[in-house]
DNA sequence: ACTCCACAGGAAGGATTGGGCA
DNA sequence: TGCCCAATCCTTCCTGTGGAGT
């Protein structure tokens, strides 16, 4: 039934993006250097996740690069440092080396960019939340480079820029993406569907009832009818069916969230493995069940069990990747997981911590 | 009203890693 | 070989928070 699985991939980029001319034109307006080869303002770009924020730069950093000769990097904020930013910008510029080592000190690396951009180039920082505005100013401050800064709260976000960092994006743009209308995701979908599944297997109805359903997530949409397409092939059916429809979105689901796990570390993974086969766990029961099980689930690895303190940051990871979530303030806090039945292909965590603690936490009587 | 407790999360600094260099 | 440098991840220490207990 999936004639080009990869239609449905993240990193698909249609020829054009739908029902975003305007966004396109704003954007493009703001980093275009036109024929002078200067560079304009710096922009920025946000909106709730999965409506495109980032197939719009790709798409815009092509058509600059193909009108006017202006090469793009694109680089993934979420847990980089400031040195890590720049390191990268300059790994992804076409100009730049391609392994640049972590040890260089950050004003060298700064030099070398300075040398890998012509008269004007584009970076976007994708997810650039957790970047304060300010550890950013050596890559605004490069001659020829224009910055996307993709983030949820730009408020936020330009209340800890200086005055240059400002001055930058107000000569820029500031371009915020919606959800999409039912009707214009499902002619996204319906473009998917003609590219990448055999004639006539989807009807338009189902298109925007998952467009509907998905709430105008692009993403979610995308994923969802490549799962229902998945579910009737292995169903046998000739064509999409309702139930198939309906049983996509938690395959979706939790397929996003399956890669999620699975590319990270052994350390997070074994709190997640813990929070999941008690259901529900305090803090406390947590930390108890960790120590009992850290030594085994880490032997023969190179990770070794890790504080209290630590295994605090990487549980709010989890919550900010939408595996965990929880309630509750203090000593009363509680964690479960998003998807109860989450596991990956994985090594000694689910032994582990399935032999030593059990499978539904039913021994879990050893709270703090 | 007060103290205690368990926890979150920021700040500071240490250990480790790995490439460059004399 | 030993030192330097920068990044990363960690621990320790600390403050703040809010419910529980007295």
Known sequence: MIVRPEVFEEDHLPRRLLHRENETQALLGALDPGTTGTERGHAMLSGPSGVGKTAL?????????????VPSAHVSCLGATPGTIVRRTLEDLPDGPDDVRHNVPRATVVELLRDAVPSSAVVVLDEADDVPAVAIGELSAVRGLSLVVICHDPEAWLSTADRAIRERVNAGAHVRLE???VAELGDILERRAEAGLEPDVVSRGQLERIADDVAGVARNGIQSLRAAAELAAERGHSKVRPPDVADGYDRARREIRRAILESLPLGHRLLHALVRDAGEITVGALHERYDRVAADVFYGTDTVPVGERARRNKLRKLVDYDLLDYAGANRHRVYW????????????????????????????????
């Open 57 to 69: 730069t790709r798409y815009c950093c092509g058509e600059l690069r193909e009108s006017r000769d």
């Open 179 to 181: 959800r999409y209308g």
């Open 337 to 368: 997981p998003t998807e109860p039945n989450l596991t990956v292909p994985d090594d000694a965590v689910q032994v582990s911590t399935t032999r030593i603690c059990g499978r539904d936490g039913s021994e879990n009587s050893t709270e703090r």
